[in-house]
Every structure is written in structure tokens, then in C-alpha cells.
């Protein structure tokens, strides 16, 4: 398969060749949890842990209480988790997009198709219907309320800088800036 990377201006078609990073998908989930609508849950969840690990522990301290060690060794355990989740979600996508190799992507007035060494796959603008522009890359996402599919653009991929707007404008043509 040959394919063009560049600009089409017959097609209006913007093509990239990359493999991915873990920080393509690092910023895909950074943004992702922007979206979501209990974004705040982990935070507060991480916080709630923390005070609930010093208040148990410096009752301990203090004498007024017996240790109680499983929380005092699980509490940490636990925000440590929430806190490295994103890092864990991107390293483990990164090792399933490893196994397919380079990535070629083509972006196009009827939606994204992205071919790797093992496969092809097509997504119709309606599948994805939002997208959100990082330093880095542009991400397209489902609109369901947990964002659960997405797809990553990485700018690093364009063949001229050109074509950072071209594709930026098709994405404008077709999905919401979300």
C-alpha cells in the first residue's frame, strides 16, 4: 500500500505516519478525564484517603488508639493506585499499540481511517463526534458520557506544518471542540 503522506488538495485528505508514546496516551486520558462528569471523584477520593490515613495515624501516635496496621498500610496503597492510574491506563495502551507497529492514519471529509501492520480500521465522524487539540496531538472521543472510545492524532505524524491547520479545519467541519 503507498500512500501519500501529506495534504491532497483534490480530497481535502491530511495523512500521518507515526508510532505511538506513552505520552500520546497520557494526554488522551489527561483529557479524557476533562470530560467526564465525575472527574472530580478521584480526587476527592485520593483526598479522603489521605485525611482518613493522617487522622488514624496520629490518633496512633498520640496514644489514643491501637494501630490498626491494615489501614495504615492500605490507605496508602490505595491512593498510591488511584493517584497512578492514568500512568498504569497509558503504559498498558502503549504496549497493545506497540504490537501493531507504525501507524498511518488518514483524516478525510468522511471521517478518520487508520491502518497499521495488522489492521485497518474506519471511523465515521458520527462514532467520535468531539475532539480536544493538546500541545501534542489531536484526540478524537465517543460521546458518551465516560468518553470510552478515542482515537489519537499525534501532530508529531505531519509531514509539513501545514497541515497542523488543515487538519484542525476538517476536524472544525465535522466535530464540536469539546
Known amino acids: 500500500m503507498v500512500m ?6 483534490g480530497q481535502g485528505v491530511v495523512e500521518l505516519a507515526y508510532r505511538h508514546v506513552v505520552g500520546d496516551f497520557q494526554g488522551a486520558l489527561r483529557e479524557r478525564e476533562r470530560l467526564r462528569r465525575r472527574r472530580w471523584l478521584r480526587r476527592w477520593a485520593v483526598g479522603l484517603i489521605a485525611f482518613a490515613f493522617v487522622l488514624n495515624a496520629s490518633l496512633s501516635v498520640a496514644g489514643r488508639e491501637k494501630p490498626d496496621w491494615f489501614l495504615l498500610i492500605l490507605m496508602p496503597l490505595a491512593a498510591a493506585l488511584l493517584f497512578f492510574t492514568p500512568r ?91
Open 4 to 9: 501519500n503522506m501529506g495534504w491532497d488538495a
Open 88 to 178: 498504569l491506563q497509558a503504559r498498558a495502551f502503549l504496549k497493545l499499540a506497540a504490537r501493531n507497529g507504525a501507524f498511518r492514519a488518514t483524516v478525510s471529509d468522511a471521517g478518520v481511517t487508520v491502518a497499521t501492520d495488522n489492521s485497518t480500521t474506519s471511523v465515521n465522524w458520527s462514532a467520535q463526534p468531539r475532539y480536544r487539540e493538546t500541545k501534542d496531538a489531536f484526540i478524537t472521543y465517543s460521546d458518551d458520557k465516560n468518553a470510552s472510545c478515542f482515537t489519537v492524532l499525534p501532530k508529531r505524524g505531519l509531514t509539513d506544518p501545514g497541515d497542523t491547520d488543515r487538519l484542525r479545519a476538517i476536524l472544525d467541519r465535522h466535530l464540536t471542540r469539546g
